[in-house]
């Protein structure tokens, strides 16, 4: 909790739900007759709407990227560091949106939701959600908010893949796509990790087939476990040693299986912690959207054909630590975007962290990242 | 199975189990009253007893490494690829030994086997086990052989630690150490892997605190999850993308939790086969004892401290793809070993297979293995 909030802080703020009332025809052949979506926003959208920059986030993500919900809250918003007056995404130039995504679980329609079919929570019948049914989504809140055209769409990780995909299925609404510790599709080792996520979470008895809300209890071992797994692949292995290293939570090893190094412990509670705050369907809906992730499928993998339709400036930076997403992946996506005669700022960051990076400020991705993002203000006017 | 037996193989093979009567006290304090461990040879015991090598397994390993138990079996041992005549380790000058550690599931005393103090399968009262104490329980199996000296200690991943362990506890009683893929202790990412596995087995509700034996039930799924998680971290996300990529089980995306990517099935696949024929009471005692080994501990993290009293020559190899255990970190081994002034042969092997390496024979590999092991025959005279 702030005593006070700091000068560079974006400051309280408060999210709204915006409803959408016609149907939404998704990927998977099912659609949504209404929906949610919960909103953040932060600075002044102005006169002709051209200063708009779109927030997308990543897999446990949600709208609050940013400032403090009230002077109680003990951390500010996810993306705090990245966005707030004189920070790379600067709320005295740029008008930030935030969103949480369609299937999500902090207050947008998503399997904690009622089904208005059937008055019942929506549960493992919510449909399957891909990144282009997000865009999809995203763009009718752009034209809700009278956005024809993002200044830029900017996102980490799964949120830089949205922000590649508005690039493709939108082209004329965004003026920049900025694409962090992300990657053009999830190699099978991602996949592998996403699956034993999932069967962490099916396998759990409280799950109840995804209906474990009708039982009153939560899959909160499965949850942790998906965590456990997916923590370990956010940080490096040089990071881990440097935060953890082998050390022990008490003096002597104790010949058993409780918690004796710190870094059990950490994930312990780390992985406690989440499932408490996030919802199991969601979890399963977000990585399945990953796995799919894919622009260059329809293209017999061929990236720079699919990369086309795209009008907008790119820029990409990836992270020397992140094995996750690797910097070969975001290579992979500047080649492509090269060879479709596309313009692009590409860096990679020399930063211990693993693929959390992207959340972290050092000084060369605050640089780039403040250089790039005040020359869409200038070119935009704001 | 073969139709006929590889010219190549120590061809059909029985293990034999022996009984050791006098207590063995452990690292943790416990001791075992007696013990049975599973044993199988290959190759003949010369006269004076000095072409003698034991083999020590790795996590899910065991006694057979080498040859078939019958026509019908469809493989050959564990590491038949490296054990055989005219292979690395040569059965026709070598007396091969390999057994199952104490705390296994195949045959040697352990979590499955009755306490005799309760009548009782042991299950989780079965003494938490280290690498040091498996050294002094092989040490015990040597002098039972009539083996004073072993000609050399091989053992890769899990193995390569007993291997270092025996240079340290017995040093007359090794002439060579042969260390594969293995480190001198876990890093942080190590630990935090192996405890997400016993995680997902403890949360088992089939688990019953380890006493699932009387319960008449099996933690398949946690074990199933502990092995996946295991397995993923056995292969590189190269080799992984290029055995299974992004391919599909069927034409196209299903929109469902079901395996759809063929990375996913070959996973759930490998994880339930495990589930079925492995421990999982085991499979916690030998992820601790990956956890707590590091000889380096009670000598303020100085490894070259630790070498001090060993008297054997190391031959240490690692794989360039491996990331569980990284070359990294035999260099770091390599290093205490010069530092503490021992004689150490070391090589890199380039291989795309991640930690899995060790257990295929590449070129380079098989010739590297092969000269030292030739060179440790002609010390020996076999």
């Known amino acids: 909790m702030p005593d006070s909030l700091p000068s560079d802080s974006v400051g309280l703020v408060s999210p709204q739900t915006i409803h959408f009332n016609a149907p939404i025809d998704l990927a998977c052949g099912q659609s949504l007759e209404n929906y949610d979506l919960v909103v953040e926003t ?31 809250e003990r951390k500010p918003g996810w993306w705090d560091s990245c966005i707030g007056p004189g920070k790379p995404i600067d709320t005295n130039r740029f008008f930030v949106v935030s969103l949480n995504n369609l299937g999500g679980c902090h207050g947008s329609t998503g399997p904690g939701s009622v089904n208005p079919s059937t008055g019942k929570l929506y549960g493992p019948d919510f449909p399957v959600i891909t990144v282009a049914d997000w865009v999809k989504s995203q763009a009718r809140l752009a034209d809700h908010l009278g956005i024809q055209q993002w200044a830029a769409v900017v996102g980490g990780s799964l949120g830089g893949m949205q922000a590649l995909q508005w690039s493709l299925d939108f082209p004329e609404r965004v003026r920049h796509a900025v694409v962090i510790a992300s990657t053009p599709r999830l190699s099978a080792q991602n996949i592998a990790f996403n699956e034993v996520a999932r069967q962490a979470i099916t396998s759990d008895r409280e799950f109840h087939e995804g209906r474990y809300y009708e039982h009153d209890v939560l899959p909160r071992r499965g949850l942790m476990l998906a965590r456990m797994v997916g923590h370990i692949t956010y940080l490096s292995d040089a990071s881990m040693g440097e935060k953890f290293g082998r050390e022990l939570r008490e003096e002597a090893y104790k010949f058993g299986f409780d918690a004796e190094f710190q870094v059990e412990s950490y994930l312990r509670y780390q992985g406690e912690r989440f499932s408490e705050s996030f919802d199991a369907n969601t979890y399963l809906l977000m990585t399945r959207a990953l796995d799919y992730f894919d622009p260059a499928y329809e293209h017999g993998g061929d990236l720079s054909k699919a990369l086309a339709p795209a009008q907008c400036e790119y820029l990409v930076l990836s992270f020397s630590t992140d094995w996750r997403f690797s910097p070969e992946r975001s290579e992979e996506m500047v080649n492509a975007m090269i060879s479709a005669r596309k313009k692009v700022s590409y860096a990679e960051i020399d930063a211990p962290w693993g693929h959390d990076a992207f959340l972290i400020p050092t000084p060369r991705y605050t640089d780039i990242f403040t250089a790039y993002m005040d020359r869409v203000a200038r070119e935009v006017g704001a």
Do not use: F, P, R, V
Request: aromatic residues 6%.
């Open 42 to 72: 932060y600075g002044t959208l102005n006169a002709d709407a051209s200063n708009a920059i779109l927030i997308c986030h990543a897999l446990s993500g949600h709208h609050h990227a940013a400032g403090y919900h009230s002077m109680e």
